[in-house]
C-alpha cells in the first residue's frame, strides 16, 4: 500500500534523513533498485529509504519547474503537480513589487513557489497552508528567507490586518477515497472566489491563481484577467485587481517562450472588441497559442497579422504573407481539399505518406482514428512506435470553412527551413 504524504516527509525532518538525501546524485529509474538495496544494507530503515528516494525522484521532476532550487527543497506527489512554475511565480511577485507592495499573504501557499519568488524580492511574506504535511515542505522550502513565516491554518481564518497584498491559489480539487478529482464551480473552490471578491472589496492589492479552462462570464468585473502559456502550455489565469491590476488592460495573453516574454493585451471586456474578417485558406495558416484563444484575442491577432479567419468561430488564422510572432505556430498552405476519407486515403497513398500529424478544430473527427484510417498498416503516425517506412511526412488541418468541411494540407515553417521549401520524398 502507498505511504501517506506524511509518511514520505516526517523521516526526512531528522538529521540521519536530510542528510542521506542530501548525499545522494541524480535520480535515475534505472538505478533506483540497486539503490534502495545499497541504502538498506548500509543499515537505513526501510522507511527512511523509501522517503529519501521519493524524494529524490520528486527533485529530478520538479527541476522543469524549479530549476537548480529544486535539489534544496522538500516536495510531495500533489503539491508538485499543482505548483506554479517558478518562472510564472516571479513574474507574480513583480506585480506586488512594482505596485509598492510590501508584505503579501500568500493564502494556501502549497509547497511555496509563489512566496519563495515574493521574498526573494525582499517582499514580507505570510505563507499560509492549511494541509500539515505540504506547510512543513514549505517551511523547509523557505529557511533561506528569514523575511518568510509559515502558518498552519485556513487561509479564511488568517488576520491580514498587517498586510497590504494577498496572493491565493485556491484548492480546485476535492480528494476520496477514489482520488482527486478537478472541480470547475469557483464557488467551490476552497477558498471560493467570492471570498477572493471580498478582499479586493477592502482595497487591498489581490492577485489569484486560477484554472485556465475558467469561463468569461465567471471572471469578475473590475478586475484584469491574464491567461498564461509556458512554452505552449497554458497554465493558469491570474486575476489581478486593485493595485496589482493594470489600467487599460481588462484580458491579456501572456507568452512564456525560449526567447522570452510576448503579451497580447486588450482593455475591451469580454465578447467585445475588433471583428476580424472571414476569407479563404490560402497563404499563411496561424495556429494562435492556447493562452490567445482563451483570453478571447483570435480577432486581435489576426488584425495584428494583416489576416483574416477561416471562421468566425474557429482559431485559424490565414494571412498571404509570413510574420514572424510568438502568438501563434506558423504553416505554409500547401493545398485544400474537401474532407472525405476515401479521397484522403487515396492521396496518403499516392503521395507515398507514412508519417501523419493531424491537427483538427470545428469538427468532430478524432484525428487517431483518422490517422489509422488513412495510413492503414503502412505507418505509425507522427507518434507511434516502431520502424517507419520510407516515405514522408504530411500534416493535415481539419476544420470548417463556412458549412464545408476541409483537409488543409500544410508545412510547418521552422527556423531551418524556410517558407517555401517543401519537404517530400
Not at 56 to 76: H, N, Y
Not at 150 to 156: E, G, K, L
Not at 361 to 380: D, H, S
Not at 405 to 420: C, K, L, N, S
Request: proline share 6%; aromatic share 6%; glycine share 10%.
Amino acid at each position: 500500500m502507498a505511504q501517506a504524504p506524511q509518511d514520505q516527509i516526517a523521516p526526512l525532518l531528522t538529521p540521519e534523513g536530510w542528510e542521506l538525501l542530501a548525499s545522494l546524485g541524480p535520480y535515475t529509474e534505472d538505478g533506483s533498485f540497486a539503490l534502495n538495496s545499497e541504502l538498506r544494507k548500509a543499515g537505513h530503515s526501510p522507511e527512511l529509504v523509501s522517503a529519501v528516494l521519493t524524494q529524490s525522484r520528486l527533485r529530478t521532476r520538479a527541476e522543469a519547474k524549479f530549476g537548480e532550487f529544486a535539489r534544496r527543497m522538500l516536495f510531495t506527489q500533489a503539491g508538485l503537480e499543482q505548483a506554479t512554475r517558478l518562472t510564472v511565480a516571479a513574474r507574480h511577485a513583480q506585480r506586488f513589487a512594482a505596485a509598492g507592495v510590501r508584505h503579501v499573504a500568500d493564502l494556501g501557499c502549497g509547497l511555496g513557489a509563489d512566496s519563495l519568488a515574493l521574498a526573494s524580492l525582499d517582499l514580507g511574506v505570510t505563507a499560509v497552508e492549511v494541509d500539515e504535511t505540504t506547510a512543513a515542505c514549505a517551511t523547509v522550502n523557505l529557511i533561506p528567507f528569514p523575511n518568510a513565516t509559515v502558518v498552519h491554518a485556513d487561509a479564511a481564518d488568517v488576520p491580514l490586518e498587517d498586510v497590504d497584498g494577498v496572493w491565493l491559489d485556491p484548492a480546485r480539487r476535492v480528494t476520496s477515497s477514489s482520488g482527486t478529482r478537478r472541480i470547475w464551480d469557483p464557488e467551490a473552490f476552497s477558498p471560493p472566489l467570492s471570498f477572493v471578491e471580498s478582499l479586493a472589496a477592502s482595497g487591498k492589492a489581490v492577485g489569484v491563481k486560477m484554472g485556465p479552462g475558467m469561463p468569461h462570464e465567471s471572471v469578475p468585473q473590475g478586475c484584469e484577467a491574464q491567461w498564461v502559456s509556458v512554452a505552449g502550455d497554458v497554465t493558469e489565469v491570474a486575476l489581478w485587481f486593485n493595485a496589482v491590476s493594470r489600467p487599460g488592460v481588462r484580458r491579456a495573453a501572456l507568452v512564456l517562450g525560449p526567447e522570452g516574454a510576448a503579451e497580447l493585451t486588450s482593455g475591451e471586456d469580454f465578447g467585445q472588441g475588433p471583428e476580424a474578417p472571414v476569407g479563404p485558406a490560402g497563404g499563411y495558416l496561424y495556429e494562435p497559442d492556447g493562452a490567445v484563444i482563451r483570453a478571447g484575442l483570435v480577432a486581435d491577432l489576426a488584425l495584428s497579422l494583416r489576416g483574416h479567419l477561416l471562421d468566425e468561430h474557429i482559431a485559424y488564422i490565414c494571412s498571404p504573407a509570413l510574420a514572424d510572432t510568438p502568438f501563434a505556430r506558423a504553416y505554409r498552405v500547401l493545398q485544400v481539399m474537401p474532407y472525405n476519407v476515401k479521397a484522403l486515403k487515396a492521396w496518403v497513398k499516392q503521395e507515398g505518406i507514412t508519417v501523419l500529424d493531424i491537427k483538427k478544430r470545428g469538427t468532430a473527427v478524432t484525428p487517431e482514428e483518422l490517422r489509422k484510417q488513412l495510413l492503414g498498416g503502412k505507418g505509425q503516425g507522427s507518434k507511434g512506435h516502431g520502424i517507419r517506412k520510407a516515405g514522408r511526412t504530411a500534416t493535415l488541418v481539419l476544420t470548417r470553412i463556412g458549412e464545408d468541411r476541409v483537409a488543409i494540407e500544410v508545412e510547418p515553417v521552422t527556423a531551418d527551413r524556410p517558407a517555401g521549401v517543401t519537404a517530400r520524398g
